[in-house]
């Protein structure tokens, strides 16, 4: 189901320099990285698969079955003040990040590939993000549009997603 032939260039493979990130578009304007060392696994599933839960916040799709584990499923640009992800879609995006054994999955518009990012190319996004983003953001990288790196473990503790909710 993760087949990512294709979307990685030869360049991403034959660099050894930096981290990797995992690229993908949080809406047609938005490109954003999360870092591989919180990244579990990429799929794409039918909207289907996921099961809507009464009483959420706007931002909680639901629940997925997903190896025999159950886990929240999170329309991340909602989650951001971004433009949500198309309801009529017939298949999700999902990101599954795994932050001290919590995995959730995050769905995002299109997963674009990896990305090697040297820890002096990310930048403060103080002043250059808007204030509901920056509690998600650990940097910006221009590349040469502008790229949200975003931190995991700001995602699952939320207080959006607060034991008070989900």
């Not at 991403?12 to 930096?18: A, C, P």
């Not at 959420?56 to 079955?65: H, K, R, S, Y």
């Not at 909602?78 to 999902?94: A, D, F, G, K, T």
Request: hydrophobic share 45%; charged share 15%; with cysteine.
């Amino acid at each position: 189901m993760n087949n990512f032939n294709g979307i990685f260039s030869a360049k991403d493979k034959e660099s050894n320099k930096g981290d990797l990130y995992l690229k993908f578009k949080l809406n047609q304007q938005t490109t954003a990285l999360v870092s591989m060392n919180h990244t579990q696994e990429a799929v794409i599933l039918p909207v289907e698969s996921v099961t809507a839960m009464p009483n959420m916040p706007p931002c909680v799709l639901g629940l997925m079955n997903w190896r025999s584990h159950i886990i929240w499923v999170i329309d991340l640009p909602i989650m951001l003040n971004l433009e949500s992800i198309n309801i009529r879609l017939r298949q999700y995006n999902v990101i599954l990040i795994n932050v001290k054994s919590v995995v959730l999955g995050l769905v995002v518009r299109e997963i674009t590939g990896i990305s090697n990012l040297i820890s002096d190319e990310i930048q403060s996004p103080s002043g250059q993000v808007a204030a509901s983003l920056q509690p998600y953001v650990r940097g910006i990288v221009h590349q040469p549009e502008m790229w949200l790196v975003l931190d995991a473990s700001s995602i699952v503790d939320s207080p959006i997603l607060c034991s008070d909710h989900v």
